[in-house]
């Protein structure tokens, strides 16, 4: 069984990455490998067009055209790399639609932490103790140190916004992340 599971980019024919997802999908549930191959996912935004004739049309588009990413169990070797069973390798290499795996000799290389929350392919989900109107203190970024007022708490978009009295008390809204600032006490 794997210690961890990490991210990975494959490479498909252009217009086969719903195919390829599909597939793999399925050799994952006819071979019973849910416990190797955890997550298939199609990174896509919601884009509004506008027509010839002014109308508007909400359409879902990849972001990424031509690459599908897959959530791979891992164990680690004696260098401490992260390494995937040859099983998955096989599997996913030989999907129909798939030309391998995205890195440097199309050896596979997981995505860091910091790209898949980029990417958005995973969400963290932050549970915050404060409200509206709260003081807040800021914990990172430029304005560490600080306290201010929330204004705005937008927990899709993981944002907060604080007015925060900071140069010769002038007020200055400022948009951070929703872990960059704790409540403040009293």
């Known amino acids: 069984m794997a210690d961890d599971a990490r991210w990975y980019v494959i490479h498909t024919y252009s217009g086969y990455e719903n195919k390829v997802a599909d597939s793999i999908q399925k050799i994952v549930e006819n071979r019973n490998m849910q416990d190797y191959i955890l997550d298939v996912k199609i990174p896509t935004e919601i884009v509004t067009e506008i027509r010839e004739d002014k109308s508007t049309h909400e359409v879902e588009r990849k972001v990424f055209p031509g690459y599908v990413l897959v959530k791979l169990a891992v164990f680690y070797d004696e260098d401490g790399q992260p390494k995937m ?96 600032v704790e409540p403040a006490v009293d």
């Open 85 to 180: 069973t040859d099983d998955t390798w096989y599997v996913i290499r030989n999907t129909r639609g798939c030309t391998g795996f995205v890195g440097p000799e199309s050896k596979p290389v997981p995505l860091t932490e910091e790209e898949v929350l980029k990417l958005g392919v995973e969400k963290r989900s932050i549970e915050v103790s404060y409200e509206v109107g709260d003081t807040v203190n800021i914990m990172d970024g430029i304005m560490d140190g600080f306290s201010g007022t929330v204004q705005e708490i937008d927990l899709e978009n993981n944002m907060v916004k604080v007015t925060v009295s900071a140069f010769f008390g002038r007020e200055t809204l400022v948009e951070l992340e929703l872990d960059q």
